[in-house]
């Protein structure tokens, strides 16, 4: 009897440890930034389309990878609003984050060399989709 609560114990310290991970790496905690939350300096916005001033969505690019984050702002900041982000390479699956995170959505990322992208996002109701563009 001891060796099977002891086994029950360690799987639940286990599976509260796989918790705390899981909620400890959510992007809607991780970064201080758009660049932050794509991955860091090699980042750099190179469009941008504002909903309001409640978010932006972000296009970033590194000389790789193109990288897409909606991030709140202002009063919109820890709210329960509906936010999603989205990038998609010309010929290939989308790649979407969406959520009622508190602070941002994405990032997600593509890498397209040679190849134009949808890039967007939304806030609430309002939303952006580009039409494939930033092609390269």
């Excluded at 997600?108 to 989709?129: F, L, N, T």
Aim: include cysteine; hydrophobic fraction near 40%.
């Amino acid at each position: 009897m001891g060796g099977i609560r002891r086994s029950a114990i360690v799987a639940l310290g286990t599976a509260a440890a796989l918790a705390v991970s899981v909620v400890a790496s959510s992007p809607a905690m991780a970064a201080s930034s758009p660049i932050e939350a794509c991955g860091g300096g090699s980042y750099h916005v190179i469009d941008s389309k504002a909903f309001g001033t409640s978010a932006t969505v972000y296009l970033l690019y590194n000389g790789s990878t193109n990288c897409v984050v909606t991030w709140k702002q202002g009063s919109a900041v820890g709210n329960s609003v509906w936010v999603r982000a989205v990038v998609q390479a010309y010929g290939s699956p989308g790649v979407v984050d969406a959520n009622y995170y508190r602070y941002y959505a994405g990032p997600v990322k593509v890498k397209a060399p040679g190849k134009c992208i949808m890039w967007g996002g939304s806030y609430g109701d309002q939303w952006y989709e580009s039409p494939f563009e930033h092609c390269g």
